[in-house]
């Protein structure tokens, strides 16, 4: 079973600050996805990459393959960002069900 | 389009009362999940079909059972209710394996 850690599991930020959530994982992996899960409980994908990084808006996303390990940034945070943001990689050998496996989130609350 | 529908999207039981929750995504998407997400844990994978026609179990899938009505409709039965079956249920859909999954809005269930 691929393993899905997640750091720190909550997090407090002034608006304006950056922040990062990281996300470890135990075995190789195709792609790692990230999810926003909001106040209201909707959850949306917000990335998926393989390697490199990826840009919206002011989240960015990183993946070293290698170390197997992701961030998601977020330059300027604003209250809106408050949410849980979640990783999540697909079992080992690729998963040929298409399903993913989930971190337990990181908590994001940013004050005014 | 709607994207992933579910109902209902609260809902309380009785200890051994059955109930099905009910899923439709407008994507044309063939695989289809379902997802019980539970204080402090990540989201864990219930049932899934690979395409109509198809269903496997899960990570965690005793007390469930589920149906692939068509392309369109995935539902999960529950038929005797147990407090441990208190959670919230995702649905989710993919048009290919290991793209981004679509979630729907979830169902609050509780089992008394």
């Known amino acids: 079973k691929n393993e899905v850690e997640q750091s720190p599991q909550n997090l407090t930020a002034q608006e304006g600050e950056f922040i990062t959530i990281n996300c470890s994982y135990s075995v190789g992996i195709s792609a790692l996805h990230w999810l926003q899960q909001h106040p209201g409980g909707g959850i949306v994908s917000l990335f998926m990459l393989s390697s490199g990084k990826k840009k919206h808006g002011r989240l960015i996303a990183t993946i070293n393959i290698q170390e197997k390990h992701s961030s998601l940034h977020i330059t300027a945070s604003h209250p809106r960002d408050s949410a849980v943001y979640i990783c999540a990689v697909p079992p080992p050998h690729g998963g040929s069900q298409g399903n993913l496996i989930f971190g337990k989130g990181t908590k994001l609350s940013v004050k005014p | 389009n709607a994207g992933v529908t579910q109902t209902p999207k609260f809902q309380v039981l009785k200890t051994g009362q059955s109930m099905t929750l009910q899923c439709a995504q407008d994507m044309n998407h063939n695989s289809m999940y379902w997802y019980r997400q539970d204080p402090g844990m990540g989201l864990r994978l219930i049932y899934y079909?690979?395409?109509?026609?198809?269903?496997d179990k899960g990570e965690v899938p005793n007390g469930y059972n589920v149906s692939r009505l068509n392309k369109r409709e995935f539902s999960l039965r529950l038929e005797s209710a147990a407090p441990s079956q208190t959670s919230v249920y995702f649905c989710a859909s993919t048009g290919t394996v290991g793209n981004t999954q679509y979630f729907g809005p979830g169902t609050r269930l509780t089992v008394l």
């Open positions: 079909s690979a395409s109509e026609g198809t269903t």
